[in-house]
C-alpha cells in the first residue's frame, strides 16, 4: 500500500479518537472539571472512567506510530524522515507507558512512584513535540515554517502554564490547568494533521518529480 494514503487518515483517526475519549470520559466523569483538571487525571489510577480513556489513547497511539512510520517510509528528505522517526520514538519511549503502568494518581490517592515517572514520561514527550515543531518549521518554509513556529510557542507557552497551574495539585487548586493542557494538546493535534497532508503533498510530489 501507497504510504501516502495513509498518513492524512491515519493522523485524523488518531485526533478523533482522542478528541472523542477527552469528550465523552470528561462527561461521564462526575465532577470532574476540563477546565481545571488535567487530561491525565481521565486515565489516573482511580479514576472511574481509566478504561475508557487509557484505550482511547493507546488507540490514539498506534495510528500515530502508523504516521510516524509512514514517514519513515515515504519522505524523500532525511530532516522529514526524522519527524517521522522522532514520531515512533514518542510511541515507543513514552506512548506505551505513560498512561498505562506510570499513569497519574487520582486527587484522592497518595502520590508515589508512579507520577514521578508520569511526569518524567511527560517532559520527554514535551521534548519530543517540540523537536518535531522545529523540524518541521526548518523542512517546510514559507505559510508552512511560520504556523510551526507560531505552533511551538502556543504549545510551549500553555504548556508551561498547565505545568505551573498543577503545582497547586497538592491542595487540589489547579485553575485552568486542563484549559491551558487542552490548548497545548489541540494545537498539537491540527498541526500533525497540516504535516501530513503537507508531507503527502511536498515529499511526494519531489520524489515524483526526481525520477
Given at each position: 500500500m501507497n504510504p501516502r494514503r495513509l498518513l492524512v487518515p491515519a493522523v485524523v483517526a488518531a485526533v478523533l479518537i482522542y478528541t472523542a475519549g477527552d469528550v465523552l470520559a470528561s462527561w461521564l466523569y462526575d465532577g470532574y472539571s476540563a477546565r481545571d483538571q488535567a487530561i491525565s487525571e481521565l486515565s489516573a489510577f482511580g479514576s472511574p472512567v481509566r478504561p475508557l480513556m487509557v484505550s482511547a489513547i493507546l488507540v490514539h497511539n498506534v495510528l500515530l506510530l502508523v504516521f510516524g512510520i509512514g514517514i519513515v517510509l515515504a519522505a524523500r528528505r532525511r530532516i522529514v524522515r526524522w519527524i517521522g522517526a522522532l514520531q515512533i520514538a514518542d510511541f515507543v519511549l513514552v506512548g506505551l507507558a505513560t498512561h498505562t503502568f506510570w499513569a497519574m494518581s487520582s486527587r484522592d490517592r497518595p502520590p508515589g512512584f508512579n507520577d514521578t515517572m508520569h511526569i518524567a514520561l511527560s517532559g520527554v514527550f514535551s521534548l519530543l513535540v517540540l523537536a518535531m515543531l522545529i523540524l518541521s518549521a526548518v523542512a517546510f518554509p514559507g505559510w508552512f515554517r511560520w504556523y510551526?513556529?507560531?505552533?511551538t510557542v502556543v504549545v510551549?507557552?500553555?504548556g508551561v502554564?498547565?505545568?505551573f497551574a498543577m503545582r497547586g495539585l497538592d491542595r487540589n487548586?489547579?485553575?485552568w490547568a486542563g484549559g491551558f493542557e487542552r490548548i497545548n494538546a489541540y494545537a498539537y493535534f491540527a498541526w500533525l494533521v497540516v504535516l501530513a497532508v503537507m508531507v503527502?503533498?511536498?515529499?511526494?510530489?519531489?520524489?515524483?518529480?526526481?525520477?
Amino acid at each position: 500500500m501507497n504510504p501516502r494514503r495513509l498518513l492524512v487518515p491515519a493522523v485524523v483517526a488518531a485526533v478523533l479518537i482522542y478528541t472523542a475519549g477527552d469528550v465523552l470520559a470528561s462527561w461521564l466523569y462526575d465532577g470532574y472539571s476540563a477546565r481545571d483538571q488535567a487530561i491525565s487525571e481521565l486515565s489516573a489510577f482511580g479514576s472511574p472512567v481509566r478504561p475508557l480513556m487509557v484505550s482511547a489513547i493507546l488507540v490514539h497511539n498506534v495510528l500515530l506510530l502508523v504516521f510516524g512510520i509512514g514517514i519513515v517510509l515515504a519522505a524523500r528528505r532525511r530532516i522529514v524522515r526524522w519527524i517521522g522517526a522522532l514520531q515512533i520514538a514518542d510511541f515507543v519511549l513514552v506512548g506505551l507507558a505513560t498512561h498505562t503502568f506510570w499513569a497519574m494518581s487520582s486527587r484522592d490517592r497518595p502520590p508515589g512512584f508512579n507520577d514521578t515517572m508520569h511526569i518524567a514520561l511527560s517532559g520527554v514527550f514535551s521534548l519530543l513535540v517540540l523537536a518535531m515543531l522545529i523540524l518541521s518549521a526548518v523542512a517546510f518554509p514559507g505559510w508552512f515554517r511560520w504556523y510551526a513556529l507560531a505552533t511551538t510557542v502556543v504549545v510551549a507557552g500553555f504548556g508551561v502554564a498547565s505545568a505551573f497551574a498543577m503545582r497547586g495539585l497538592d491542595r487540589n487548586d489547579t485553575p485552568w490547568a486542563g484549559g491551558f493542557e487542552r490548548i497545548n494538546a489541540y494545537a498539537y493535534f491540527a498541526w500533525l494533521v497540516v504535516l501530513a497532508v503537507m508531507v503527502g503533498r511536498r515529499e511526494f510530489e519531489g520524489r515524483s518529480e526526481g525520477r
